[in-house]
């Protein structure tokens, strides 16, 4: 959704939850709500403040709730957990295109709405050699801040050009 910046899995009150970080500049708190109760993930929401209580509450009555406590992290493998089981988890990626992935590949959508047309180009590559050798990128330390990628994208490719 234009406007989400990340998410980030999590757990609160026995229910898997997601975090959404969002920009209100070009969404509101009120538009991500009701993306959430239309793709049927609003089964229960929490949120911080009085204001934003009183206008998830307009929306979603009772299922809306006072965010008392932190959610705490998920394992990692449920994070991120479509992009994760995907080969294109090997491609080099900002944190939003992270987000923005994982969410299109969990909806069943197209991911060239994501992708720029060189990382489309090296999903194929990658995907080849999967193919060939699904165990080629074992070895492959992931980047963890955007400043890491371009090292990434090196040592990927060094594994791309290798047979």
Excluded: H
């Excluded at 307009?58 to 957990?81: F, M, W």
């Excluded at 959508?109 to 990658?126: A, H, N, T």
């Amino acid at each position: 959704m234009p406007g989400v910046r990340s998410t980030r899995v999590g757990w609160l009150d026995g229910r898997e939850v997601v975090d959404v970080r969002f920009d209100p500049a070009l969404l509101s708190g009120t538009d991500v709500l009701r993306a959430a109760r239309e793709s049927g993930c609003a089964d229960r929401v929490w949120v911080a403040g009085r204001e934003e209580l009183e206008r998830a509450r307009d929306l979603l009555g009772e299922r809306a709730q006072p965010l008392r406590d932190e959610p705490s992290r998920a394992q990692a493998s449920d994070e991120k957990y479509y992009l994760g089981n995907s080969p294109l988890r090997f491609l080099p990626l900002t944190p939003l295109q992270v987000t923005r992935l994982n969410s299109v590949l969990g909806r069943g959508g197209d991911s060239g709405s994501v992708l720029s047309p060189r990382q489309f180009l090296l999903s194929e590559r990658i995907q080849a050699r999967l193919e060939r050798d699904p165990q080629a990128f074992a070895a492959l330390e992931p980047a963890v801040a955007v400043a890491e990628l371009a090292r990434y994208g090196q040592d990927l490719e060094r594994i791309l050009g290798a047979r």
